[in-house]
């Protein structure tokens, strides 16, 4: 499993001041302590303004103050090939991203080809926007694919994004979602890969639960077949989540339920065949999101008091 800290985010005010700032000790801080990730997401939005010509500030730095690779995040082509062209080790990064929609999907398909980096694809379109079904987002999928196919792009280099909503705004998105990943790994050979912004999931929830839903969603997310996250580096408890699924290295009987929990996506069976010590107040608050994000139970602010 890939981690991708999503911790340099302009939408965050602090943040975008540091970049427009080009605050050098504050973005090293911001790296330090992604420290614990694969890549850093850099999202530098449309790279206007004061924001021109950041990321290959941002690459520089990154480069020299630590070994995570980097993901290049802007809606701006001119800026992306910039940070690529600045980044030693491109053929690594993440290009975040392309959507369906032309001039964009051949500007970064483009990209991809001439820095032989991995290309994040979202399974959506101006035309349909994001897809209701696993079905409609897969059909984007190949719409994308046979581009990627025309200009010679490893499958390997393919990560598609099945792009997911707040779990508060249409709890019927998380499974679908989830089973999107599952298509997609299974519909491509040789096997492409997927890739989620995690904390999309938990958007518009009260904040004490965002990391419960989080960690939930991204054990059933790694059992529909998922590569990478792009999460928030400082959930350590994800973190090792995470690792304990790709070890499959359970240190208690909670780690025992979250790799059920994982099987069962993976094996097409039902949250009710789960056994878990119905005493543990933790185990129990597991299941009962686990139930919401596959819909078995109805989502509320206080599903976790009921």
Not at 32 to 37: A, E, F, G, I
Not at 96 to 122: F, H
Not at 196 to 207: C, D, F, R, T
Not at 276 to 296: H, P
Request: hydrophobic share 40%; with cysteine.
């Amino acid at each position: 499993m890939i981690l991708v800290g999503e911790n340099i985010h302009i939408i965050s005010k602090s943040v975008r001041e540091i970049l427009e700032k080009r605050n050098e000790n504050a973005i090293k801080e911001l790296i330090s302590m992604q420290q614990n990730m694969d890549y850093i997401d850099l999202n530098v939005g449309p790279a206007k303004n004061k924001l021109a010509n950041i990321l290959p500030w941002l690459a520089d730095i990154v480069q020299e103050n630590s070994n995570l690779k980097i993901s290049f995040d802007t809606t701006n082509s001119d800026e992306m090939q910039k940070g690529l062209a600045q980044y030693k080790n491109s053929s690594k990064a993440f290009i975040n991203s392309t959507s369906k929609d032309e001039p964009r999907l051949d500007k970064m398909t483009d990209l991809a080809v001439e820095y032989n980096c991995n290309l994040i694809a979202l399974t959506l379109s101006k035309e349909t926007g994001i897809p209701k079904t696993s079905d409609g987002r897969l059909e984007i999928a190949f719409e994308i694919y046979e581009k990627c196919m025309e200009k010679g792009i490893d499958n390997s280099k393919i990560y598609f994004d099945p792009l997911i909503l707040p779990v508060s705004v249409d709890q019927s998105q998380a499974i679908e979602a989830i089973n999107t990943i599952k298509m997609i790994k299974e519909s491509f050979d040789p096997p492409v890969n997927t890739i989620v912004g995690l904390s999309n999931i938990s958007n518009g929830s009260p904040k004490e639960l965002r990391p419960l839903i989080n960690r939930v969603f991204g054990v059933l997310a790694f059992g529909a077949g998922l590569n990478a996250a792009i999460i928030d580096s400082t959930d350590l408890e994800l973190v090792r989540i995470f690792k304990m699924l790709s070890s499959n290295t359970p240190s208690n009987q909670t780690d025992e339920l979250y790799i059920k929990l994982s099987d069962m996506i993976k094996d097409f069976s039902e949250i009710e065949s789960i056994d878990y010590d119905k005493n543990s107040e933790e185990q129990s608050l597991i299941i009962k999101t686990a139930n919401i994000l596959t819909g078995k139970k109805i989502y509320s602010h206080s599903f976790t008091q009921i």
